[in-house]
Protein backbone atom coordinates (compact mmCIF):
# COMPACT_ATOMS: atom_id res chain seq x y z
CA UNK A 1 0.00 0.00 0.00
CA UNK A 2 1.08 3.69 -0.50
CA UNK A 3 3.33 5.12 1.96
CA UNK A 4 2.69 7.79 4.37
CA UNK A 5 5.01 10.96 3.16
CA UNK A 6 5.94 13.56 5.37
CA UNK A 7 8.52 15.90 5.75
CA UNK A 8 11.23 15.71 8.29
CA UNK A 9 12.98 18.51 10.13
CA UNK A 10 16.20 16.39 10.48
CA UNK A 11 18.37 19.06 12.59
CA UNK A 12 20.21 17.52 15.29
CA UNK A 13 19.55 14.59 14.33
CA UNK A 14 22.11 11.51 14.10
CA UNK A 15 21.97 9.48 10.79
CA UNK A 16 24.18 6.44 10.31
CA UNK A 17 25.18 5.78 6.68
CA UNK A 18 26.90 2.60 5.78
CA UNK A 19 28.48 1.10 3.16
CA UNK A 20 31.36 2.07 0.57
CA UNK A 21 29.35 3.02 -2.69
CA UNK A 22 28.19 5.52 -4.45
CA UNK A 23 24.46 5.86 -2.86
CA UNK A 24 26.19 5.85 0.47
CA UNK A 25 27.73 9.49 -0.96
CA UNK A 26 24.56 10.34 -2.22
CA UNK A 27 22.47 9.60 1.08
CA UNK A 28 25.43 11.24 3.34
CA UNK A 29 25.01 14.32 0.59
CA UNK A 30 21.40 14.67 1.01
CA UNK A 31 21.29 14.56 5.21
CA UNK A 32 23.90 17.11 5.32
CA UNK A 33 21.75 19.28 3.15
CA UNK A 34 18.78 18.99 5.75
CA UNK A 35 21.04 19.83 8.87
CA UNK A 36 21.68 16.03 10.17
CA UNK A 37 24.72 14.80 11.82
CA UNK A 38 26.13 12.03 9.90
CA UNK A 39 27.96 9.33 10.89
CA UNK A 40 29.42 7.07 7.62
CA UNK A 41 30.91 3.85 8.84
CA UNK A 42 32.82 2.09 6.03
CA UNK A 43 35.89 0.08 6.07
CA UNK A 44 38.99 1.91 4.16
CA UNK A 45 39.14 -0.12 0.79
CA UNK A 46 42.66 -2.17 1.04
CA UNK A 47 42.96 -2.33 -2.53
CA UNK A 48 41.79 0.73 -4.16
CA UNK A 49 40.01 1.08 -7.68
CA UNK A 50 39.65 3.93 -9.53
CA UNK A 51 35.98 4.36 -8.23
CA UNK A 52 36.95 3.96 -4.51
CA UNK A 53 39.33 6.23 -5.12
CA UNK A 54 37.21 9.21 -6.51
CA UNK A 55 34.53 8.12 -3.81
CA UNK A 56 37.21 8.18 -0.55
CA UNK A 57 38.25 11.72 -1.83
CA UNK A 58 34.97 12.90 -2.17
CA UNK A 59 34.06 11.51 1.42
CA UNK A 60 37.04 12.88 2.95
CA UNK A 61 36.28 16.27 1.46
CA UNK A 62 32.93 16.15 3.20
CA UNK A 63 34.92 15.57 6.26
CA UNK A 64 36.89 18.36 5.65
CA UNK A 65 33.90 21.04 5.29
CA UNK A 66 31.78 19.62 7.27
CA UNK A 67 31.98 20.00 11.19
CA UNK A 68 28.93 17.66 11.40
CA UNK A 69 30.18 14.59 9.58
CA UNK A 70 32.30 12.15 10.72
CA UNK A 71 33.73 8.78 9.09
CA UNK A 72 34.57 5.68 10.68
CA UNK A 73 36.67 3.47 9.06
CA UNK A 74 35.67 -0.11 10.13
CA UNK A 75 32.74 -2.79 9.79
CA UNK A 76 29.18 -2.07 11.37
CA UNK A 77 28.91 -3.41 14.83
CA UNK A 78 25.42 -4.44 16.46
CA UNK A 79 26.25 -1.63 18.96
CA UNK A 80 26.70 1.13 17.36
CA UNK A 81 23.03 1.64 16.68
CA UNK A 82 22.63 2.71 20.40
CA UNK A 83 26.07 4.48 20.99
CA UNK A 84 26.35 6.57 18.27
CA UNK A 85 23.46 8.73 19.00
CA UNK A 86 22.61 11.92 20.90
CA UNK A 87 22.43 11.55 24.67
CA UNK A 88 18.54 12.95 25.01
CA UNK A 89 17.51 9.72 23.66
CA UNK A 90 19.72 7.16 25.10
CA UNK A 91 21.94 7.24 22.24
CA UNK A 92 19.81 5.83 19.98
CA UNK A 93 20.53 6.94 16.50
CA UNK A 94 17.86 8.82 14.64
CA UNK A 95 17.99 6.87 10.54
CA UNK A 96 20.06 4.43 9.44
CA UNK A 97 21.16 3.85 5.85
CA UNK A 98 21.81 1.12 4.21
CA UNK A 99 23.91 1.27 1.38
CA UNK A 100 25.63 -2.04 0.55
CA UNK A 101 25.19 -4.33 -2.76
CA UNK A 102 21.60 -5.84 -2.47
CA UNK A 103 23.26 -9.03 -2.14
CA UNK A 104 25.15 -8.72 1.11
CA UNK A 105 23.26 -10.55 4.28
CA UNK A 106 24.42 -7.65 6.04
CA UNK A 107 21.10 -5.09 5.22
CA UNK A 108 18.90 -8.01 6.17
CA UNK A 109 20.81 -8.20 10.08
CA UNK A 110 21.33 -4.46 10.07
CA UNK A 111 17.39 -4.45 9.25
CA UNK A 112 15.90 -6.43 11.84
CA UNK A 113 17.75 -4.82 14.67
CA UNK A 114 16.72 -1.26 13.67
CA UNK A 115 12.78 -2.78 13.50
CA UNK A 116 13.46 -4.42 17.17
CA UNK A 117 14.70 -0.95 18.32
CA UNK A 118 12.35 1.10 16.02
CA UNK A 119 14.55 2.91 14.33
CA UNK A 120 13.57 4.14 10.86
CA UNK A 121 15.62 2.22 8.54
CA UNK A 122 16.26 2.10 4.51
CA UNK A 123 18.17 -0.96 2.94
CA UNK A 124 19.09 -0.15 -0.63
CA UNK A 125 17.03 -2.11 -3.59
CA UNK A 126 15.29 -3.83 -0.77
CA UNK A 127 11.91 -2.35 -0.34
CA UNK A 128 10.95 -5.67 2.12
CA UNK A 129 14.05 -4.66 4.82
CA UNK A 130 13.09 -0.70 4.58
CA UNK A 131 10.58 1.06 7.00
CA UNK A 132 11.12 4.01 4.47
CA UNK A 133 11.75 4.75 1.44
CA UNK A 134 13.18 7.93 0.03
CA UNK A 135 11.69 9.90 -2.92
CA UNK A 136 12.89 11.57 -5.93
CA UNK A 137 12.98 14.85 -4.97
CA UNK A 138 13.36 18.90 -6.35
CA UNK A 139 13.65 21.87 -4.63
CA UNK A 140 13.57 25.49 -4.84
CA UNK A 141 13.76 27.45 -2.11
CA UNK A 142 11.07 26.33 0.01
CA UNK A 143 9.28 24.76 -2.29
CA UNK A 144 10.11 20.84 -1.85
CA UNK A 145 8.28 18.42 -4.54
CA UNK A 146 8.60 14.52 -3.67
CA UNK A 147 7.65 11.84 -6.12
CA UNK A 148 7.25 7.66 -5.10
CA UNK A 149 6.46 4.85 -7.55
CA UNK A 150 6.36 2.99 -3.57
CA UNK A 151 9.48 1.25 -4.99
CA UNK A 152 7.77 0.03 -8.18
CA UNK A 153 10.36 1.86 -10.13
CA UNK A 154 13.09 4.82 -9.03
CA UNK A 155 13.69 5.88 -12.92
CA UNK A 156 9.92 6.34 -13.47
CA UNK A 157 9.46 8.10 -10.19
CA UNK A 158 12.70 10.44 -11.49
CA UNK A 159 10.54 11.13 -14.86
CA UNK A 160 7.37 11.46 -13.24
CA UNK A 161 9.23 14.23 -11.03
CA UNK A 162 11.14 15.80 -14.31
CA UNK A 163 8.03 16.44 -16.30
CA UNK A 164 6.05 17.83 -13.30
CA UNK A 165 9.18 20.71 -12.32
CA UNK A 166 8.97 21.12 -15.75
CA UNK A 167 5.68 22.45 -15.56
CA UNK A 168 6.08 24.76 -13.14
CA UNK A 169 6.31 28.38 -13.72
CA UNK A 170 10.07 29.70 -13.25
CA UNK A 171 9.33 32.07 -10.19
CA UNK A 172 7.73 29.54 -8.06
CA UNK A 173 10.04 29.64 -5.08
CA UNK A 174 9.66 33.24 -5.36
CA UNK A 175 5.55 32.86 -4.81
CA UNK A 176 5.70 30.89 -2.21
CA UNK A 177 7.89 33.26 -0.18
CA UNK A 178 5.53 36.45 -0.75
CA UNK A 179 2.64 34.75 0.16
CA UNK A 180 4.75 33.18 3.02
CA UNK A 181 5.44 37.18 3.86
CA UNK A 182 1.96 38.15 3.45
CA UNK A 183 0.85 35.25 5.82
CA UNK A 184 3.41 36.53 8.41
CA UNK A 185 2.41 40.16 8.24
CA UNK A 186 -1.44 39.15 8.63
CA UNK A 187 -0.12 37.00 11.48
CA UNK A 188 1.07 39.83 13.66
CA UNK A 189 -1.30 42.79 12.55
CA UNK A 190 -3.90 39.91 14.08
CA UNK A 191 -1.60 38.96 17.16
CA UNK A 192 -1.64 43.02 18.01
CA UNK A 193 -5.32 43.88 17.01
CA UNK A 194 -6.62 40.38 19.49
CA UNK A 195 -6.51 40.92 23.36
CA UNK A 196 -6.71 36.88 23.58
CA UNK A 197 -5.08 36.09 20.46
CA UNK A 198 -4.12 33.01 20.55
CA UNK A 199 -6.97 30.86 21.03
CA UNK A 200 -8.71 33.20 18.53
CA UNK A 201 -6.07 32.90 15.73
CA UNK A 202 -6.02 29.15 16.22
CA UNK A 203 -9.45 29.10 15.48
CA UNK A 204 -9.45 31.20 12.78
CA UNK A 205 -6.58 29.71 11.47
CA UNK A 206 -7.93 26.35 11.69
CA UNK A 207 -11.18 27.35 9.65
CA UNK A 208 -9.31 28.36 6.40
CA UNK A 209 -6.41 25.73 6.58
CA UNK A 210 -3.32 28.18 7.36
CA UNK A 211 -1.28 26.17 9.69
CA UNK A 212 -0.27 23.02 8.17
CA UNK A 213 0.48 22.11 3.93
CA UNK A 214 -1.67 18.96 4.22
CA UNK A 215 -4.72 20.98 5.62
CA UNK A 216 -8.09 20.10 4.01
CA UNK A 217 -10.06 23.24 2.41
CA UNK A 218 -12.42 24.17 4.83
CA UNK A 219 -16.06 23.95 3.47
CA UNK A 220 -16.57 27.18 5.00
CA UNK A 221 -13.96 28.71 2.47
CA UNK A 222 -16.85 31.04 0.42
CA UNK A 223 -19.27 31.44 3.30
CA UNK A 224 -20.43 34.85 3.35
CA UNK A 225 -19.10 36.99 6.17
CA UNK A 226 -21.32 39.52 7.46
CA UNK A 227 -20.56 42.27 9.65
CA UNK A 228 -21.92 42.50 13.23
CA UNK A 229 -22.53 46.21 13.12
CA UNK A 230 -23.31 46.76 16.94
CA UNK A 231 -20.47 44.61 18.57
CA UNK A 232 -16.71 46.22 17.69
CA UNK A 233 -15.16 43.07 19.36
CA UNK A 234 -16.79 40.23 16.69
CA UNK A 235 -16.65 43.07 14.10
CA UNK A 236 -12.54 43.01 14.43
CA UNK A 237 -12.87 39.18 14.61
CA UNK A 238 -14.35 38.66 11.46
CA UNK A 239 -12.19 41.22 9.88
CA UNK A 240 -10.05 39.20 10.74
CA UNK A 241 -11.47 36.06 9.30
CA UNK A 242 -12.21 38.06 6.11
CA UNK A 243 -8.26 39.26 5.74
CA UNK A 244 -7.09 34.84 6.59
CA UNK A 245 -10.16 34.21 3.67
CA UNK A 246 -8.56 36.44 1.83
CA UNK A 247 -5.18 34.98 1.79
CA UNK A 248 -6.16 31.78 1.36
CA UNK A 249 -8.31 32.95 -1.80
CA UNK A 250 -5.48 34.69 -3.26
CA UNK A 251 -3.61 31.28 -3.04
CA UNK A 252 -6.32 29.68 -4.78
CA UNK A 253 -7.21 31.73 -7.66
CA UNK A 254 -3.79 34.22 -8.75
CA UNK A 255 -1.48 32.42 -10.96
CA UNK A 256 1.95 31.40 -10.13
CA UNK A 257 3.80 33.77 -12.45
CA UNK A 258 1.40 36.65 -10.80
CA UNK A 259 1.96 35.95 -7.21
CA UNK A 260 5.69 35.93 -8.08
CA UNK A 261 5.91 39.15 -9.58
CA UNK A 262 3.92 41.08 -6.91
CA UNK A 263 4.82 43.05 -4.52
CA UNK A 264 4.62 42.56 -0.81
CA UNK A 265 4.01 46.05 0.09
CA UNK A 266 0.87 45.83 -2.60
CA UNK A 267 -0.47 42.68 -1.36
CA UNK A 268 -0.40 43.88 2.08
CA UNK A 269 -1.94 47.00 1.39
CA UNK A 270 -4.63 45.01 -0.91
CA UNK A 271 -5.55 42.46 1.85
CA UNK A 272 -5.95 46.17 4.45
CA UNK A 273 -7.90 48.18 1.37
CA UNK A 274 -9.71 45.75 -0.25
CA UNK A 275 -8.62 46.79 -3.75
CA UNK A 276 -7.99 44.47 -6.91
CA UNK A 277 -4.74 43.20 -8.17
CA UNK A 278 -2.93 44.73 -11.02
CA UNK A 279 -1.31 42.11 -13.20
CA UNK A 280 0.82 44.21 -15.92
CA UNK A 281 0.63 47.65 -16.94
CA UNK A 282 -1.58 48.38 -19.45
CA UNK A 283 -0.96 50.68 -23.17
CA UNK A 284 -3.14 53.32 -23.77
CA UNK A 285 -4.61 53.95 -27.14
CA UNK A 286 -6.71 56.64 -29.31
CA UNK A 287 -9.18 54.36 -30.43
CA UNK A 288 -12.94 54.48 -28.92
CA UNK A 289 -12.83 52.36 -26.51
CA UNK A 290 -15.06 48.57 -26.59
CA UNK A 291 -16.48 46.21 -24.00
CA UNK A 292 -16.89 42.62 -24.68
CA UNK A 293 -18.67 40.16 -22.05
CA UNK A 294 -17.16 36.98 -21.78
CA UNK A 295 -17.53 33.54 -20.85
CA UNK A 296 -14.22 31.34 -19.75
CA UNK A 297 -15.89 27.91 -19.83
CA UNK A 298 -15.81 25.77 -16.55
CA UNK A 299 -12.14 25.66 -16.48
CA UNK A 300 -9.93 23.90 -19.16
CA UNK A 301 -8.71 26.09 -21.65
CA UNK A 302 -9.78 23.25 -24.46
CA UNK A 303 -13.12 24.30 -23.46
CA UNK A 304 -12.61 27.85 -24.61
CA UNK A 305 -14.52 29.05 -27.77
CA UNK A 306 -12.24 30.84 -30.41
CA UNK A 307 -14.23 33.69 -29.86
CA UNK A 308 -13.10 33.96 -26.34
CA UNK A 309 -9.78 33.51 -27.09
CA UNK A 310 -9.63 36.14 -30.15
CA UNK A 311 -10.65 38.39 -27.55
CA UNK A 312 -8.07 38.19 -24.48
CA UNK A 313 -5.38 38.03 -26.95
CA UNK A 314 -6.16 41.37 -28.71
CA UNK A 315 -7.75 43.32 -25.59
CA UNK A 316 -6.00 46.05 -23.83
CA UNK A 317 -7.64 45.23 -20.30
CA UNK A 318 -8.93 42.13 -18.93
CA UNK A 319 -10.96 42.16 -16.29
CA UNK A 320 -11.36 38.96 -14.70
CA UNK A 321 -13.64 37.17 -11.72
CA UNK A 322 -11.23 35.54 -9.32
CA UNK A 323 -12.86 32.16 -10.36
CA UNK A 324 -11.30 32.23 -13.59
CA UNK A 325 -9.25 29.66 -13.81
CA UNK A 326 -4.99 29.69 -14.38
CA UNK A 327 -5.05 27.85 -17.55
CA UNK A 328 -7.30 30.47 -19.15
CA UNK A 329 -5.80 33.13 -17.18
CA UNK A 330 -1.91 31.79 -18.78
CA UNK A 331 -3.53 32.51 -22.51
CA UNK A 332 -3.50 36.07 -21.59
CA UNK A 333 -0.60 37.73 -23.45
CA UNK A 334 1.92 39.13 -21.22
CA UNK A 335 1.59 43.15 -22.56
CA UNK A 336 -2.01 42.66 -21.80
CA UNK A 337 -3.55 44.91 -18.47
CA UNK A 338 -5.09 42.01 -16.46
CA UNK A 339 -6.93 42.73 -13.21
CA UNK A 340 -8.41 40.38 -11.13
CA UNK A 341 -11.10 40.62 -8.68
CA UNK A 342 -10.96 40.26 -4.93
CA UNK A 343 -14.26 39.22 -4.02
CA UNK A 344 -13.84 37.78 -0.97
CA UNK A 345 -16.04 36.96 1.62
CA UNK A 346 -17.97 40.22 2.52
CA UNK A 347 -16.59 42.10 -0.22
CA UNK A 348 -18.47 40.39 -3.40
CA UNK A 349 -20.19 43.93 -3.98
CA UNK A 350 -16.97 46.26 -3.43
CA UNK A 351 -14.73 44.40 -5.56
CA UNK A 352 -17.88 44.18 -8.73
CA UNK A 353 -18.29 47.74 -8.48
CA UNK A 354 -14.85 48.58 -8.44
CA UNK A 355 -14.29 46.15 -11.45
CA UNK A 356 -16.96 48.23 -13.17
CA UNK A 357 -15.66 51.41 -12.75
CA UNK A 358 -12.11 50.27 -13.80
CA UNK A 359 -13.99 49.19 -17.27
CA UNK A 360 -14.98 52.47 -17.54
CA UNK A 361 -12.37 54.60 -17.11
CA UNK A 362 -10.72 51.99 -19.39
CA UNK A 363 -13.35 52.72 -21.92
CA UNK A 364 -12.86 56.61 -21.95
CA UNK A 365 -9.17 55.85 -22.76
CA UNK A 366 -10.06 54.42 -25.63
CA UNK A 367 -8.82 51.10 -24.69
CA UNK A 368 -10.87 47.74 -25.90
CA UNK A 369 -11.69 45.68 -22.45
CA UNK A 370 -12.82 42.19 -21.96
CA UNK A 371 -14.92 41.55 -18.66
CA UNK A 372 -13.87 37.96 -18.32
CA UNK A 373 -16.33 35.68 -16.39
CA UNK A 374 -16.58 31.91 -15.53
CA UNK A 375 -18.52 29.48 -17.38
CA UNK A 376 -21.22 31.42 -19.03
CA UNK A 377 -22.11 34.95 -17.83
CA UNK A 378 -25.63 34.48 -18.29
CA UNK A 379 -26.31 32.01 -16.00
CA UNK A 380 -26.12 33.30 -12.41
CA UNK A 381 -22.84 35.84 -13.84
CA UNK A 382 -24.41 39.04 -13.64
CA UNK A 383 -24.25 39.26 -17.67
CA UNK A 384 -26.90 41.26 -17.98
CA UNK A 385 -26.46 43.45 -15.01
CA UNK A 386 -23.09 44.29 -16.47
CA UNK A 387 -24.65 44.96 -20.02
CA UNK A 388 -26.87 47.22 -18.65
CA UNK A 389 -24.06 49.15 -16.77
CA UNK A 390 -21.89 49.67 -19.75
CA UNK A 391 -25.23 50.24 -22.07
CA UNK A 392 -26.44 53.19 -19.64
CA UNK A 393 -22.58 54.77 -20.11
CA UNK A 394 -22.93 54.73 -23.73
CA UNK A 395 -20.80 51.37 -24.71
CA UNK A 396 -22.75 48.40 -25.59
CA UNK A 397 -21.29 45.24 -25.05
CA UNK A 398 -20.19 42.44 -27.38
CA UNK A 399 -21.37 38.90 -25.38
CA UNK A 400 -19.77 35.84 -26.21
CA UNK A 401 -21.27 32.98 -24.08
CA UNK A 402 -19.05 30.05 -22.25
CA UNK A 403 -19.71 26.40 -21.89
CA UNK A 404 -21.77 26.36 -18.13
CA UNK A 405 -20.40 24.45 -15.71
CA UNK A 406 -24.11 23.88 -14.63
CA UNK A 407 -24.57 21.64 -17.70
CA UNK A 408 -20.48 20.62 -18.96
CA UNK A 409 -19.60 19.52 -15.26
CA UNK A 410 -22.45 16.79 -14.72
CA UNK A 411 -21.38 15.69 -18.09
CA UNK A 412 -17.43 15.34 -16.82
CA UNK A 413 -18.39 13.94 -14.10
CA UNK A 414 -20.81 11.03 -15.96
CA UNK A 415 -23.58 12.33 -15.46
CA UNK A 416 -25.80 12.66 -17.96
CA UNK A 417 -28.47 15.13 -17.03
CA UNK A 418 -31.34 14.21 -18.96
CA UNK A 419 -32.00 10.00 -19.39
CA UNK A 420 -34.67 8.24 -20.69
CA UNK A 421 -37.81 7.04 -17.95
CA UNK A 422 -35.18 8.66 -15.40
CA UNK A 423 -35.16 12.21 -15.99
CA UNK A 424 -36.80 14.17 -18.35
CA UNK A 425 -35.86 18.31 -17.46
CA UNK A 426 -33.56 20.15 -16.07
CA UNK A 427 -33.63 23.16 -13.68
CA UNK A 428 -30.42 25.43 -12.90
CA UNK A 429 -30.80 27.07 -9.91
CA UNK A 430 -29.08 29.55 -7.25
CA UNK A 431 -28.16 28.84 -3.94
CA UNK A 432 -27.62 32.53 -2.65
CA UNK A 433 -30.15 35.08 -3.11
CA UNK A 434 -28.78 38.15 -3.25
CA UNK A 435 -26.32 39.61 -0.35
CA UNK A 436 -26.86 36.45 0.91
CA UNK A 437 -30.44 35.63 1.05
CA UNK A 438 -31.87 32.44 1.01
CA UNK A 439 -33.11 31.13 -2.43
CA UNK A 440 -36.74 30.17 -3.70
CA UNK A 441 -36.59 26.53 -3.35
CA UNK A 442 -38.73 24.70 -6.02
CA UNK A 443 -40.80 22.06 -5.57
CA UNK A 444 -39.37 18.43 -6.10
CA UNK A 445 -40.12 16.72 -8.83
CA UNK A 446 -39.13 12.88 -9.33
CA UNK A 447 -37.94 12.80 -13.07
CA UNK A 448 -36.08 16.14 -13.08
CA UNK A 449 -32.24 16.71 -12.41
CA UNK A 450 -31.57 19.91 -10.28
CA UNK A 451 -28.64 22.10 -10.52
CA UNK A 452 -27.58 24.60 -7.65
CA UNK A 453 -24.68 26.78 -8.52
CA UNK A 454 -23.42 28.79 -5.75
CA UNK A 455 -24.90 26.65 -3.16
CA UNK A 456 -21.57 25.15 -1.25
CA UNK A 457 -20.77 27.39 1.25
CA UNK A 458 -24.14 27.20 2.65
CA UNK A 459 -24.76 23.62 1.76
CA UNK A 460 -26.13 22.86 5.21
CA UNK A 461 -29.10 25.28 4.63
CA UNK A 462 -29.25 24.44 1.92
CA UNK A 463 -30.28 20.48 2.65
CA UNK A 464 -32.48 21.79 5.58
CA UNK A 465 -34.62 24.12 2.84
CA UNK A 466 -34.81 21.30 0.79
CA UNK A 467 -35.78 18.87 3.42
CA UNK A 468 -38.56 21.17 4.85
CA UNK A 469 -40.17 21.44 1.04
CA UNK A 470 -40.85 17.74 0.83
CA UNK A 471 -37.54 16.96 -1.00
CA UNK A 472 -36.75 12.90 -0.66
CA UNK A 473 -33.46 12.75 1.70
CA UNK A 474 -32.51 9.55 -0.49
CA UNK A 475 -32.49 11.12 -3.69
CA UNK A 476 -28.84 10.75 -5.22
CA UNK A 477 -26.82 13.33 -5.72
CA UNK A 478 -23.17 14.84 -6.44
CA UNK A 479 -21.17 17.53 -5.51
CA UNK A 480 -18.78 18.67 -8.69
CA UNK A 481 -16.06 21.15 -8.08
CA UNK A 482 -13.50 22.46 -10.06
CA UNK A 483 -14.72 20.85 -13.55
CA UNK A 484 -12.68 20.24 -16.59
CA UNK A 485 -9.91 21.16 -14.51
CA UNK A 486 -7.13 18.62 -13.78
CA UNK A 487 -7.86 18.78 -9.99
CA UNK A 488 -11.93 18.35 -10.64
CA UNK A 489 -13.41 16.37 -7.75
CA UNK A 490 -16.58 14.84 -7.28
CA UNK A 491 -18.48 13.79 -4.34
CA UNK A 492 -21.46 10.84 -5.12
CA UNK A 493 -23.80 10.46 -1.98
CA UNK A 494 -26.95 11.16 -1.26
CA UNK A 495 -29.21 13.82 -0.30
CA UNK A 496 -29.08 12.95 3.28
CA UNK A 497 -25.98 13.03 3.59
CA UNK A 498 -24.00 15.50 1.56
CA UNK A 499 -23.39 18.23 3.66
CA UNK A 500 -21.69 15.59 6.28
CA UNK A 501 -19.47 14.40 3.25
CA UNK A 502 -19.02 17.69 2.02
CA UNK A 503 -17.69 18.68 5.67
CA UNK A 504 -14.78 15.37 5.79
CA UNK A 505 -14.11 15.98 2.30
CA UNK A 506 -13.35 19.93 2.43
CA UNK A 507 -13.73 22.94 0.23
CA UNK A 508 -12.34 22.95 -3.53
CA UNK A 509 -14.07 25.75 -5.40
CA UNK A 510 -15.84 26.70 -7.52
CA UNK A 511 -18.65 24.00 -7.53
CA UNK A 512 -22.25 22.83 -7.90
CA UNK A 513 -24.69 20.71 -6.60
CA UNK A 514 -26.55 18.44 -9.07
CA UNK A 515 -29.29 16.28 -7.54
CA UNK A 516 -31.45 13.93 -9.01
CA UNK A 517 -31.88 9.68 -10.50
CA UNK A 518 -29.75 11.15 -13.12
CA UNK A 519 -26.71 10.81 -11.03
CA UNK A 520 -26.42 7.22 -10.18
CA UNK A 521 -27.20 6.21 -13.70
CA UNK A 522 -23.90 5.63 -14.95
CA UNK A 523 -22.04 6.12 -11.46
CA UNK A 524 -23.09 4.39 -8.26
CA UNK A 525 -22.11 4.30 -4.72
CA UNK A 526 -20.90 0.56 -3.49
CA UNK A 527 -23.23 -0.50 -1.40
CA UNK A 528 -22.39 0.43 2.62
CA UNK A 529 -21.04 3.76 1.94
CA UNK A 530 -22.39 6.80 2.45
CA UNK A 531 -20.42 8.36 -0.20
CA UNK A 532 -17.66 7.98 -2.69
CA UNK A 533 -15.18 10.63 -3.93
CA UNK A 534 -13.57 10.49 -7.49
CA UNK A 535 -10.38 12.51 -8.32
CA UNK A 536 -9.07 14.30 -11.53
CA UNK A 537 -10.48 14.72 -14.75
CA UNK A 538 -9.35 12.59 -17.77
CA UNK A 539 -11.12 14.49 -20.44
CA UNK A 540 -8.53 17.80 -20.81
Not at 282 to 305: D, E, Y
Not at 424 to 446: H, M, N, S, W, Y
Not at 519 to 531: L, R, S, T
Request: a negative charge.
Amino acid sequence: MPGLLISQNCISQIHLVIGSTALSLTRVSKSLECGATVILIAPKASETTQTLAVWETEIQAKEASYPNFRWIQREFKDDDLTILGRDDVDNVVDIVFVAVHSTSVLGTRISALCKRLRIPVNVADSPALSTFTLLSTHTDGPLQIGVTTSGKGCRLASRIRREIVSSLPRDIAQACNKVGELKRTIEEDDARDLEHHSATLDALYHEVGQNDDDAVQNHKFNQLILEEENDLEKSRDLKKKQRLRWLSQVVEYYPFAQLAAISIEDLSSQYREGSSITMNKGVSTNKKGSIALVGSGPGAPGLLTTSALAAITTADLVLADKLVPAGVLDLIPRHVETFIARKFPGNAEAAQEELLNMGIAALKEGKSVVRLKQGDPYIFGRGAEEYLFFSKHGYRPTLIPGITSALSGPLLAAISPTHREVADQVLICTGTGRKGAAPAIPEFVESRTTIFLMALHRLADVTVWLRDAGWRMDIPCAIIERASCPDQRVIRTTLEHVAEAFEAAGSRPPGILVIGKSCAVIEQIPEGQMWMVDEGCKLF
